[in-house]
């Protein structure tokens, strides 16, 4: 779970942008009855009230039982309302409603030979869901440069790991829940620091500029966490944009831009970066708005591919100045409640919250253990995870 901090911290940006304003459009959606419900509850609760508590909570104070109780329950209101004006939007087109399964095939099992849209299947491509010579030697390259550093980036015997996260909602409820068991784990090294810098609402999109807030809130994040930039050496990036729209070639490619100019944002603020691991949506097709919906959750490992495909041409100073290399991180997609054959995984509607977009608690959990059996016991990533060769 994220730091009392780190909460705090996210609470006080909540209140910055609104979130106890209450959207008196909302009234006025087609779906009138469901939105007057939506409405009518909301009038059971004093924002102003939840305001102050919410200020008060970001200075530092404890709260009573009731005041908790009473936030968490203007903070629920609040986003079921938005999640109502988010509902009433126009869908694209090519939108699957909400189904228990697509019948689309997960990337990691489609082979050389399987088409998706022009796409053959693989993580890596090719039909393979690892990398090629060239890319691994690359990698191995960039790992046998991790090594402790010091608060100003040189090695220390004594010094820290840095591993952070980059996206947006849905990623940061995941790896704060991934933090809190990795840092319980055993198999953790103790010399590595993990800080969740991913954020709510700030998608690939939106840590495009480099002087974008997400990247002034994940400064702040790094410098509470008791590390420095210059320590930063692995990111986790959840590849995702908000309502994409098109086809594959339209929100793919504007998904693999936005996050090319993120990476070397990343490069730019965490000078010793030497690998960024990255991963597409968790199923979408519960969703019931176009926040991002099938297929376009299920695309989004194309961006992925074609990032680490389109790195330039990798040779042995991939991971050097020029770095990080990119690889695939855990894949998360499963096809609904069709078992994925390498694991079993399925996303069942209770996995989802209740805009069946972002994770509920069994969801964050399904996405904090993949990541932790990842960083574990991937060849190329176990070395800095552990600690250990």
């Known amino acids: 779970m994220k730091s009392v901090a780190g909460v705090l911290a996210s609470l006080i940006l909540v209140v910055q942008a609104g979130l106890f304003a209450v959207p008196v459009a909302i009234a006025q959606q087609p779906d009138g009855k469901n939105a007057g419900q939506q409405v009518e509850r909301s009038k059971q609760i004093d924002f102003d009230r939840a305001r102050q508590l919410l200020q008060r909570k970001g ?12 936030l968490q329950r203007a903070i629920e209101a609040r986003r079921r309302m938005q999640q109502r004006g988010q509902g009433a939007r126009q869908r694209d087109s090519r939108t699957i409603k909400a189904a228990e399964k697509t019948g689309l095939r997960p990337l990691s099992e489609m082979t050389a030979e399987d088409r998706y849209l022009g796409e053959d ?30 608060r100003t980036g040189q090695p220390s015997a004594d010094g820290r790991v840095v591993l952070v996260s980059i996206s947006m909602s849905n990623a940061t409820q995941e790896f704060s829940r991934f933090k809190q068991i990795a840092d319980a784990d055993r198999g953790k090294s103790d010399q590595l620091t993990i800080v969740d810098c991913a954020q709510g609402g700030q998608a690939m999109a939106e840590w495009v500029a480099l002087d974008a807030r997400p990247w002034e809130e994940a400064a702040r994040r790094i410098e509470r966490a008791g590390v420095t930039p210059e320590q930063v050496q692995v990111a986790w990036i959840k590849l995702a944009n908000k309502a994409p729209r098109g086809d594959l070639q ?5 998904l693999q831009s936005d ?8 490069r730019a603020r965490f000078p010793n970066l030497r690998i960024a691991y990255l991963s597409s949506r968790i199923y979408g097709g519960h969703s019931d708005g176009p926040l991002n919906p099938e297929p376009f959750a299920y695309e989004s490992a194309f961006a992925v591919r074609w990032l680490v495909q389109d790195q330039g ?3 042995g100073e991939a991971g050097g100045n020029e770095g990080p290399v990119l690889l695939w991180g855990p894949y998360l997609w499963g096809d609904g409640v069709t078992p994925r054959v390498s694991d079993g995984l399925i996303w069942k509607r209770e996995d989802l919250g209740g805009d069946g977009t972002h994770p509920s608690e069994s969801g964050r959990n399904k996405v904090a253990r ?17 600690g250990r060769d």
């Not at 993949?370 to 552990?386: E, H, I, N, Q, V």
């Open 59 to 70: 200075k530092g104070e404890k709260l009573s039982a009731d005041d908790e109780t009473y």
């Open 121 to 150: 299947g693989g993580l890596y491509g090719k039909g393979r869901n690892q990398p090629d010579e060239k890319l691994r030697n690359a990698a191995e390259a960039a790992l046998s440069k991790i090594q402790p550093l010091d």
């Open 250 to 254: 339209a929100h793919g490619r504007k």
């Open 259 to 266: 996050t090319a100019e993120v990476i070397r944002n990343a």
């Open 313 to 315: 041409q990798v040779d």
């Open 370 to 386: 993949l990541l932790l059996d990842f960083f574990k016991g991937d060849p190329l990533a176990r070395s800095w995870f552990t």
